[in-house]
């Protein structure tokens, strides 16, 4: 006799047109993301596996500009066009050369 069979996603998966994404925190916190936008959930549709090496991501705050991004970047490219789907609007924006990078 065999039971139901899950797929098992690995940080990230998909269900009937929504991205989940695991912050594997204590508190099992998930990113449902839909062109809606995104929220924080703790009971997803599917099933997350969990591996040792991976630790808790940080868990993602409204209000923050998207351009602060370019920080943590190590391209040194500058005027790379990047589009970003929020909703059913797009965002056009270039990555700032480090005289125009805004100051923390």
Same mark, same amino acid.
């Given at each position: 006799?065999?039971?139901?069979?899950?797929?098992?996603?690995?940080?990230?998966?998909?269900?009937?047109? =929504?991205?989940?994404?695991?912050? *594997?925190?204590?508190?099992? +916190?998930?990113?449902?993301?839909d %062109?809606?936008? @995104?929220?924080?959930i703790?009971?997803?549709?599917?099933?997350?596996? =969990?591996?040792q090496?991976?630790? *808790?991501?940080?868990?993602? +705050?409204?209000?923050a500009?998207? %351009?602060?991004? @370019?920080?943590?970047?190590?391209?040194?490219?500058?005027?790379i066009?990047?589009?970003?789907?929020?909703?059913?609007?797009?965002?056009?924006?270039?990555?700032?050369?480090?005289?125009?990078?805004?100051?923390?």
């Amino acid at each position: 006799m065999r039971g139901n069979q899950f797929h098992l996603w690995n940080r990230i998966g998909e269900f009937n047109g =929504r991205i989940y994404y695991d912050l *594997a925190n204590k508190a099992g +916190e998930v990113v449902e993301i839909d %062109e809606c936008g @995104w929220g924080i959930i703790t009971n997803p549709p599917i099933l997350f596996r =969990r591996e040792q090496h991976q630790r *808790a991501q940080v868990r993602p +705050e409204r209000g923050a500009r998207i %351009e602060r991004l @370019w920080d943590f970047s190590r391209l040194s490219m500058s005027g790379i066009n990047t589009f970003f789907l929020q909703g059913d609007n797009i965002e056009n924006f270039e990555k700032p050369t480090h005289s125009q990078t805004p100051s923390n």
